[in-house]
């Protein structure tokens, strides 16, 4: 579906005056189809790790020769040097006013502005809810800090817990930005260093603890850092961005609202025992509406054998403030059907805190 675009840039190329091997200046715009690397040199010197989003406009400088092997982008942010080389198979080039690329289809538009991946507004999110005592039952979670401290009284032991808040293009399945303050969003696939710290107020760092055991393993510094930093970077002028502070006071009023629910209320009825999705799905139209169900996506795990519920993923669509409706965020957001390419998990058992 990219046939245009790859041939406006050999369009391009043919008519260009310019002697091979020199460099050749352009405006308009790449739009990058890999998330290829972002190298200060043509193939080499990456600082800051940087690679492309999927469908993202860069302004482009210059391509290396006619016709060439690398453009020069331009990249937000990007460390050291925000010129950066990326080679040609990476994308296409789009002559200025010329082909974007918009919801996965080839059209003519106003050109985008630099470094705009989607329209205000268009970033959804979905909430991770674990369920810790499954989690703490896999071979990933036994061993950490927060597991090995878990006891029947404790809060995780009986109600949902944080995994995390993640904004996504629920639409568009392509789109999944992550790490947001290193230049241009990279592929949610990839791991960097948490930050070291970050501010919170003491009392909204109590209510975390609790409602996020993770944070005994730094699970709240990699969060932030993987997906906070892009939490509500698609809106614009103030409300543009948010802190860690108010990323996890909204993540905490949307479990309050998800543990105060039915839903709670199923996996505690039937604590070592198997649900099915089928009845989370019907326990969610119960809590928040007709259809709600169709929103969530089940997480298992195999644990000797047999499939344990570890999280629920929800989707979210609407600004989000301490003051949300979860319901309204749930029943606006499109359904697991067309937001995710996974595969489902039927049902699977609610683990029972071993001293529960």
């Known amino acids: 579906m ?71 982008i331009e990249v937000p942010g990007a460390p050291e040097s925000t010129a950066r080389w990326v080679t040609m198979t990476c994308g296409a080039f789009a002559p200025k006013d010329s082909l974007i690329v918009a919801d996965g289809a080839i059209q003519p538009q106003p050109s985008p502005s630099p470094g705009t991946t989607l ?22 979670g036994r061993d950490k800090p927060e597991c090995r401290s878990q006891t029947g009284a404790r809060f995780d032991a009986t109600h949902f817990s944080i995994h995390g808040l993640w904004p996504d293009d629920l639409d568009n399945t392509q789109i999944f930005p992550c790490y947001c303050d290193r230049g241009a969003p990279v592929s949610c696939r990839r791991r960097f260093d948490a930050v070291s710290n970050i501010d919170l107020s003491t009392e909204l760092r109590a209510r975390l603890n609790k409602v996020m055991p993770g944070t005994q393993s730094n699970l709240h510094l990699h969060e932030w850092t993987k997906h906070g930093t892009c939490y ?47 009845q989370i799905a019907a326990a969610f139209d119960s809590a928040f509406g007709q259809g709600a169900g169709e929103r969530v996506y089940v997480v298992c795990r195999d644990v000797d054998r047999q499939n344990v519920i570890t999280e629920l993923w929800i989707g979210l669509k609407g600004n ?26 039927n049902g699977g058992i609610v683990v029972k805190a071993k001293d529960s």
């Open 320 to 345: 989000i403030t301490p003051q949300s409706d979860l319901a309204s965020l749930i029943l606006a957001a499109p359904t697991t059907e067309t937001s995710s390419s996974h595969e489902m998990c």
């Open 232 to 278: 509500e970077d698609d809106r614009t002028g103030p409300d543009a961005g948010a802190t860690p502070e108010e990323y996890y006071a909204d993540t905490i009023a949307l479990l309050d609202q998800l543990n105060r629910s039915v839903v709670r209320d199923l996996f505690t009825q039937n604590l070592g025992q198997f649900v099915s999705r089928a």
């Open 119 to 140: 329209a205000p507004g268009s970033i959804e999110n979905v909430l991770a809810a674990s369920w810790q005592p499954g989690f703490c039952a896999t071979r990933r």
């Open 2 to 72: 990219f046939r245009q675009l790859f041939a406006a840039a050999a369009v391009l190329s043919c008519m260009a005056t310019q002697a091979q091997g020199q460099e050749v200046r352009l405006e308009g715009y790449f739009i990058a189809l890999e998330t290829c690397e972002a190298n200060k040199k043509k193939d080499t010197d990456n600082p800051g790790d940087v690679r492309l989003q999927k469908l993202h406009a860069y302004k482009t400088l210059s391509r290396n020769s006619t016709p060439g092997t690398h453009y020069r």
